[in-house]
């Protein structure tokens, strides 16, 4: 059974940084296609960045172009979400999901087309 485990949500200034790591067990990272999605209060999910076995395939939500990095280490079975500049928007629980994939160049921006989920951490931006 996959299992995906988030780690390095917190409260941030705006403007500030943070790193979300998010940890795939269980089966062949390698194999996945990966991705970060977003809820805030009152607010549906959100895909916020996704990206394909290879790091050049990625997508981003409007809202975080320029700010967010969505990156993975295949050899640590890890994707990473480096996040800039931070706004009080950004406020969120935030997810990270796995989607198994043949074709290493694809990515998913459906939210439904994810198949595992991490429990979420919580990412606040406020002063």
């Known amino acids: 059974q996959v299992q995906l485990v988030e780690s390095g949500g917190g409260l941030v200034q705006p403007g500030g940084s943070l790193r979300l790591s998010c940890a795939l067990s269980?089966?062949?990272?390698?194999?996945?296609?990966m991705a970060w999605l977003r809820q805030a209060p009152r607010k549906g999910r959100e895909l916020v960045a996704a990206?394909?076995?290879?790091?050049?395939?990625?997508h981003y939500a409007d809202s975080v172009k320029g700010r967010f990095t969505i990156s993975r280490d295949n050899a640590k079975n890890t994707v990473f979400l480096q996040m800039n500049s931070l706004k009080p928007e950004d406020t969120a629980d935030y997810y990270c999901?796995?989607?198994?994939?043949?074709?290493?160049?694809?990515?998913?921006?459906?939210?439904?087309?994810?198949?595992?989920w991490g429990k979420g951490i919580q990412v606040t931006v406020s002063s």
């Open positions: 269980g089966d062949t990272f390698g194999s996945y296609a």
């Open positions: 990206i394909a076995w290879r790091n050049d395939n990625t």
């Open positions: 999901a796995s989607r198994k994939s043949l074709d290493s160049t694809r990515l998913f921006t459906d939210t439904r087309e994810y198949d595992f």
